[in-house]
């Protein structure tokens, strides 16, 4: 009788013996969780697609804060509603914009209880849905350069910790950075949307922010799903740019870039579990189709086994409390 030559089955024998050898751990602690805030709003919001995360009022906004910071959550992204949107995407720069407000508060309540983090675009802010500005029928990179950089800076007198660019303009992070240190804010981090994706995945933010394009899509500006190497030219050219954290999006379908960025670069690596990984585990807990908190962690895991040092994840809140549940 042969035996096996090697008997994987060993270091499965027990729960004991299994936690020895487990390899990729997750903990509150490698989360940030997005917080949207809306101007002139009274009541929270409840967004429909996805069950759980609401749109907040600035009155509001501490005691989700508090929360989080409770569950053992590190970081915060913030995402802001304007009540105005123009052109020019003028109350994203706005000294007194919603984003701006919310970093202030936040900043004066908790001191540096929380990293503070706040989503660099235009789509929220301009009346086009274009995350850059719109020229003709054109979305002109250069001139959003100059507002992005004036978004960041904003941000920065406010408190910001991190500003993260999400428009996928060519240059932003160069373009911010120079900005950010005219201004003396040698200390502001920059987590860039360095690879992020012309996903179909983004729908249910779109309602939440309400951020959809009024023409055209943003296939001109943001990365083919298709081409995992100009994925990874952007990610190198961020670096090259001086990025702090570079970001994949979406994570769960592009996790091979997030492996293969891991294994070619030295910088800390964030993941974005985007609002449509969240709203299909939901819809279909809701259904009975599967377990919630054993798919939500399994899809965790899987983001940071990928090499994922952090993950921007709708799933926060929950995963936190599944966490200390088991
Ligand atoms: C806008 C922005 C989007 C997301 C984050 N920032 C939407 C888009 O590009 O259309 C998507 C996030 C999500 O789906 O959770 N710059």
């Known amino acids: 009788m042969s035996f096996p030559t090697r008997r994987l089955r060993r270091l499965r024998t027990s729960d004991k013996m299994r936690e020895l050898v487990q390899q990729t751990t997750l ?37 989700e804060i508090a929360a989080i910071i409770d569950l053992g959550i590190p970081a ?81 007198k406010a408190g910001v910790d991190t500003v993260s660019p999400s428009a996928m303009m060519d240059g932003q992070v160069a373009a911010i950075r120079k900005a950010l240190d005219e201004n003396g804010f040698t200390d502001v981090s920059i987590m860039s949307h360095s690879a992020k994706h012309r996903s179909n995945f983004y729908s249910p933010f779109r309602d939440a922010a309400e951020c959809a394009p009024k023409f055209g899509d943003r296939k001109t500006y943001q990365v083919p799903y298709t081409n995992a190497r100009e994925a990874m030219m952007e990610v190198e050219t961020d670096i090259q740019e001086g990025v702090d954290i570079v970001m994949i999006k979406p994570a769960l379908a592009y996790l091979d870039l997030i492996a293969e960025t891991r294994r070619k670069y030295n910088v800390p690596v964030s993941a974005y579990s985007v609002s449509g990984e969240y709203a299909m585990v939901k819809a279909a807990s809701q259904l009975g189709y599967v377990n919630e908190k054993d798919i939500t962690l399994e899809i965790l895991y899987s983001i940071k086994r990928a090499g994922a040092d952090m993950i921007v994840t709708y799933f926060a809140k929950s995963a936190s409390k599944f966490l200390q549940e088991s």
């Open 27 to 63: 903990s509150p602690k490698d989360f940030i969780c997005p917080v949207f805030v809306q101007e002139d709003l009274k009541e929270k919001v409840k967004i429909e697609s996805m069950p759980e995360i609401e749109r907040l009022p600035l009155s509001d906004v501490n005691d």
């Open 76 to 156: 915060i992204m913030i995402f802001g509603i304007p009540s105005q949107k123009d052109e020019a995407g003028s109350s994203a720069f706005d000294d007194n914009g919603i984003v701006q407000k919310a970093i202030s508060q936040i900043r004066k309540k908790f001191g540096n209880k929380i990293v503070i983090m706040a989503d660099v675009c235009l789509c929220q802010f301009t009346s086009t849905g274009h995350c850059g500005i719109v020229q003709g029928n054109k979305i002109d990179n250069d001139t959003s350069l100059e507002t992005l950089a004036k978004i960041a800076v904003s941000q920065a």
